[in-house]
């Protein structure tokens, strides 16, 4: 039974929040629950329809090539319009068309095109969910409203691929898509009966332009390399963890034993539970800490998670259980750097380049697929494990920590 006391807490929490926060919050959420059964299941899906891991990566490539596009346009409109109702429906409409793609998808021709409009949705729906937060969150500072939206996402995401899993074994393989369409339609109503809030709170918040660029300026120029470098190999982490880490599972290491596909989704679904359930306290403490502490503690976590992955591979039943204690340092890393890449990136960028900074974020994540997938499916295509692919990208955690921590802001 539950608890009402719970529950009752459990409103008051969210009643805390300013109603247009709460809107975006939505409206996020949405967005995860139906692109988390799209993003974790999809390898696993075409797989079964007997698609290579090669063409499957470039399927997702594609996607990110066609979203880098869509991305610095958005970005652009932003900059100039500060109006985040359009892109949101442009993209939930061309998310449907995508999902229907694939649905009726049974060859790698109509995949790739349906997964190169996801990536022209992605690309207009990231940097404006992104963009929206720090103006619709007054008077919560920014931390703590990134922290509340990736709670949601994470909830979302877990919904969507636990549902997914269970709805594609049960009814249908590719039910996740039909899951997907539903939310984008009420992405779409909540937009279109709170289009007044909307405005009445991008106009609202006013920033003097003239102080704020006198400030900012240096920091955007001086910390801009660095700070992206780092985004786009913990976004390669999360392509990887995403698109790779399932294949992984399902096929054999060089001593490791393989997993069913059904197994390999649930673990997957556990490890978005876990997501969740860090999320929100993960990100209320980092709120508390410096700017850049979050992105350091991230690489140290994702570099332990790739090394424990890289060494499963060399133990037979063990290195399954190997492979579960690092999906725990990943979700640590992936909770400890989302919601502070997008705080620190929209901090430090001008107030007349602050869309821009949000496209420059969003595409790396659009890098980290790009990058990712592809070069991970041709290993695993070519060597049959991803033991070399684990160690170089442990390698690089390590050290851009340590740049990190050599240099002052």
């Not at 007054?138 to 269970?166: C, D, H, M, Q, W």
């Not at 790009?370 to 684990?390: A, E, K, Q, V």
């Amino acid at each position: 039974m539950v608890n009402p006391y719970s529950l009752k807490t459990v409103k008051l929490w969210w009643m805390q929040f300013p109603i247009q926060l709460k809107l975006i919050t939505k409206i996020r959420f949405f967005a995860s629950f139906g692109a988390g059964g799209i993003i974790y299941l999809t390898s696993l899906i075409f797989n079964k329809v007997g698609l290579s891991a090669t063409e499957i990566g470039l399927g997702f490539t594609l996607s990110a090539i066609i979203g880098t596009i869509t991305r610095f346009i958005t970005g652009n409109y932003l900059n100039k319009n500060k109006n985040i109702e359009n892109p949101l429906k442009i993209s939930s409409i061309l998310g449907i068309i995508a999902s229907l793609c694939l649905i009726v998808s049974r060859n790698s021709l109509l995949y790739i095109f349906g997964q190169s409009l996801v990536g022209a949705a992605a690309g207009i729906y990231w940097p404006t969910a992104e963009f929206a937060v720090p103006y619709l969150c007054f008077p919560i500072n920014t931390k703590k409203a990134y922290a509340l939206v990736r709670s949601s996402e994470a909830l979302g995401t877990f919904l969507g691929v636990f549902s997914g899993s269970l709805l594609n074994s049960l009814i249908y393989f590719k039910t996740n898509f039909i899951n997907d369409i539903f939310c984008l339609i009420i992405i779409i109503s909540l937009i279109s009966n709170k289009k007044e809030i909307i405005k009445k709170n991008l106009n609202y918040f006013k920033i003097n332009n003239a102080k704020e660029i006198s400030i900012t300026k240096n920091n955007w120029h001086k910390n801009t390399i660095i700070i992206f470098t780092s985004i786009i190999l913990l976004t390669t982490c999360l392509a990887l963890n995403q698109v790779i880490l399932p294949l992984d599972f399902v096929k054999r290491g060089i001593f490791k034993d393989s997993l069913s596909e059904t197994i390999t989704s649930y673990i997957i679904s556990a490890q978005l539970i876990l997501l969740f359930i860090m999320q929100w306290p993960i990100g209320n403490w980092l709120s508390k800490k410096e700017r850049f502490f979050g992105i350091k503690f991230s690489l140290v976590n994702f570099g332990i998670s790739t090394f424990l992955l890289f060494i499963s591979n060399y133990f037979q039943t063990n290195g399954i259980y190997i492979m579960l204690i690092a999906i725990i340092f990943s979700s640590i890393g992936a909770t400890s750097f989302l919601p502070t890449s997008s705080d620190i990136v929209f901090k430090i960028a001008p107030p007349n380049k602050k869309g821009l900074a949000t496209a420059l974020l969003s595409q790396c994540f659009a890098l980290g697929y790009l990058l990712g997938p592809l070069i991970s499916g041709r290993i695993l295509d070519y060597y049959g494990t991803t033991s070399r692919l684990w160690i170089l990208i442990s390698i690089a955690c390590f050290t851009l920590t340590i740049s990190l921590l050599n240099k002052k802001y």
